[in-house]
Every structure is written in structure tokens, then in C-alpha cells.
């Protein structure tokens, strides 16, 4: 596993591991960003971080909500 994927991996963990203890959450990938990962993972690129979130979608693990205005809302996915 390379650097880029050892990032992509650790910011999925730390994505799962915020839904697990706030279920209800919801936000836009700044928001995740500036919430949800831990300050070290926060520099990692917002193009993995994006990576990290399309995968989880992908799985079912995350939903993708596309608001009218073309923002996309984050939040749990039913396959948890």
C-alpha cells in the first residue's frame, strides 16, 4: 500500500468511526473536513478525502444526498 492509499484508508476509518459515535450526522465534504477527521488528517487533500467518501458511497457504508443547488450532504449510509 502506498502513501496516497494509506491516506485514502485512514481518512475512511476516520469517517466510519465519527458515524459510529454520531449517527445522525450530516455535512458537505468541508464540513467533514472541519468536523470529522482528526486535525492530522485534515492537510491530507481534499482529493482523497473526496476518494475516501466516493468509496464509502460505493459500499453503501455513506450516503450521498444531492441538495438543489448542487451541494452534496454526506451522511450514514443503510448498509452499517
Excluded at 52 to 61: I, R, T
Amino acid at each position: 500500500m502506498d502513501n496516497g492509499e494509506a491516506s485514502v484508508a485512514c481518512v475512511r476509518a476516520a469517517i466510519l468511526e465519527y458515524l459510529e459515535h454520531n449517527s445522525g450526522a450530516a455535512d458537505t465534504l468541508d464540513g467533514i473536513i472541519g468536523w470529522w477527521l482528526p486535525t492530522e488528517q485534515r492537510g491530507i487533500g481534499r482529493d482523497k478525502i473526496d476518494l475516501a467518501l466516493e468509496l464509502l458511497v460505493a459500499e453503501g457504508l455513506v450516503k450521498a444526498t444531492s441538495l438543489i443547488e448542487g451541494t452534496i450532504l454526506y451522511s450514514r449510509g443503510s448498509k452499517r
